[in-house]
């Protein structure tokens, strides 16, 4: 089984609709992070949080929230999607001590 | 903030030809990865290359952290090793950041 999970891996929504992705990892990494990639463009930061109860803003976080139900979970909400959020969507977890990242699959969104 | 570029943006190799493609960063770095980014979208780690070289098969990386540099060197190029290249840097600020890719592409 995969360590870092991402469901869905594909959806299709309208603007306007409120969409939820969610990731999941059993590494047991206190660290997880979500990214967008644009087409012809590297990862961008979304959000990041430490632990539970320690969620900060990246580089491009408006129009995102966040939830990190557990140490396990880590979701991604558009609250109100736009065309402009079409992109792909990686999480990613990190060990307390460690430099070395870890990618789910990612979730294509694409917003019509 | 930490600028990083990746150079060249797009290469097309035959097969069984080696490549080098460069990440630059503009500031001290406390780690780097490369990945490789694979048609279907999958990013994988290749290496976690703070300074020093290291080698996987036909796939090799070296830093220069003093210099602000890292190479990833492949060898003997397989239709398989297309897709995108990205580096990314952390800085010790818990983010890392990524530059846009060198995308690969090899002709059978």
């Known amino acids: 089984d995969a360590d870092v999970t991402q469901t869905p891996r594909n959806r299709i929504t309208k603007t306007g609709k409120r969409i939820m992705l969610e990731c999941s990892q059993t590494k047991g990494h206190d660290r997880m992070y979500w990214y967008r990639q644009d087409p012809g463009l590297g990862l961008r930061l979304i959000y990041y949080?430490?632990?539970?109860?320690?969620?900060n803003k990246g580089e491009i976080s408006d129009g995102y929230s966040v939830s990190r139900q557990a140490q396990a979970k880590f979701s991604l909400s558009l609250e109100s999607a736009i065309p402009n959020q079409t992109a792909l969507y990686f999480c990613?977890?990190?060990?307390?001590?460690?430099?070395?990242?870890?990618f789910g699959p990612g979730t294509r969104l694409t917003v019509l | 903030g930490i600028q990083v570029e990746q150079s060249p943006p797009d290469l097309i190799l035959q097969e069984g030809a080696n490549s080098t493609l460069r990440c630059n960063f503009s500031?001290?770095?406390?780690?780097l990865q490369w990945f490789h980014q694979n048609p279907w979208g999958q990013l994988i780690n290749l290496f976690y290359?703070?300074?020093g070289t290291k080698q996987n098969g036909r796939l090799s990386a070296t830093t220069v952290a003093t210099e602000r540099y890292s190479l990833l060197y492949i060898s003997s190029s397989q239709t398989t090793d297309s897709g995108v290249y990205f580096c990314a840097v952390f800085s010790g600020t818990y983010k890392y950041i990524f530059g846009t890719g060198t995308r690969l592409k090899v002709l059978a």
């Open positions: 500031d001290s770095v406390n780690n």
């Open positions: 290359i703070p300074s």
């Open positions: 990613a977890t990190m060990e307390r001590g460690s430099d070395t990242q870890y």
């Open positions: 949080s430490f632990d539970v109860k320690d969620i």
